[in-house]
């Protein structure tokens, strides 16, 4: 059979059948305009909000926004807006049947859209029967990963806080030690500061050597002349450690301090840029497509059908 007469039979079916094609039609578009009404089929409305990410603390070489998108995965929130929202009985899941996690997950997933878009921020998208609850679903999503995030920061400042904590401790405990020491050498040599007691000292007793003055005054000052002598450096070196102690402590209490206060903010981690509202036009079924995609499927079955039929008969 050669192409034009390909072509004539084509159209020669066509027009002959016309009427069947006009019944087809007419049937279909009937068909689909009723099973994609709401008697069939629930219209869900569709909530959006996108957000950028800020304040997050980078644990690998990825972006803010995939750190982002990736905490909205976390089986916990998803188990917290299930249990929130009371998803099982909403969304009419069979818990006597096996599997009905699975079922339970996959409309979740299905209603559920979070994504990065090119402009690096995070959209979400809740489909939702009433969309009231897709508007609080959407906002609950955002409230949870802040809550997540924040959690997981306030762990690690704890974790900070202990070890500084401990280090204040270990720092105090020195410094008390070196303060013990400097007070038994204060009591048993009469020594408080060795470089300034040590020009004194010298100084009171060359005077007295040079005016030679004898007694209990030069007795003492030769005492103190012998302990510093013999103790003011050791005393004058647990003066310098006590003095590092103490600046090392000092520092290392701001840093605890920091860390007591990075447990205790309350920091948001997303800056939503569109806020999730109510709508009030549905987004799914769209009809109209459901019907034309019915009526040119249809369209082209029958074709097909009375084109098979056609080569039987010929042949």
Do not use: C
């Not at 002959?16 to 305009?33: C, G, P, Q, R």
Request: aromatic share 10%; proline share 2%; glycine share 2%.
């Amino acid at each position: 059979m050669t192409e034009n007469n390909i072509y004539k039979s084509l159209f020669s079916i066509l027009i002959n059948k016309i009427k069947l094609f006009i019944i087809v039609a007419l049937i279909s578009t009937v068909a689909s305009v009723i099973f994609s009404s709401p008697f069939f089929i629930s219209p869900k409305y569709k909530t959006e909000a996108a957000l950028y990410p800020s304040n997050l603390v980078h644990y690998s070489s990825e972006s803010s926004t995939e750190q982002l998108l990736q905490l909205f995965f976390g089986n916990d929130i998803r188990d917290s807006i299930i249990n929130k929202f009371d998803l099982i009985a909403h969304y009419d899941i069979d818990t006597s049947s096996s599997g009905y996690l699975f079922n339970l997950h996959r409309e979740y997933n299905s209603n559920i859209s979070i994504r990065k878009t090119n402009f690096e921020s995070v959209q979400i998208e809740v489909l939702d029967t009433d969309p009231v609850i897709s508007r609080d679903m959407t906002q609950e999503l955002i409230n949870q990963v802040n809550k997540k995030i924040r959690l997981l920061h306030q762990i690690k400042a704890k974790e900070i806080a202990v070890i500084r904590k401990n280090e204040i401790d270990i720092k105090k405990e020195l410094i008390d030690t070196l303060v013990a020491q400097i007070k038994v050498y204060s009591v048993k040599y009469g020594l408080l500061d060795y470089i300034q007691q040590s020009r004194e000292v010298t100084a009171g007793y060359m005077n007295m050597l040079l005016e030679s003055k004898k007694g209990q005054s030069m007795q003492k000052a030769e005492n103190l002349y012998e302990n510093l002598k013999q103790e003011g450096r050791h005393f004058h070196d647990l003066h310098h450690q006590l003095n590092l102690a103490r600046e090392d402590y000092n520092r290392k209490l701001i840093g605890y301090e920091e860390a007591i206060t990075d447990v205790n903010k309350k920091l948001t981690y997303t800056n939503i840029i569109v806020f999730p509202e109510v709508a009030d036009k549905k987004s799914y079924p769209i009809r109209w497509l459901i019907v034309m995609l019915s009526l040119l499927g249809s369209l082209f079955f029958t074709f097909v059908l009375l084109l098979f039929y056609h080569r039987l008969k010929h042949n």
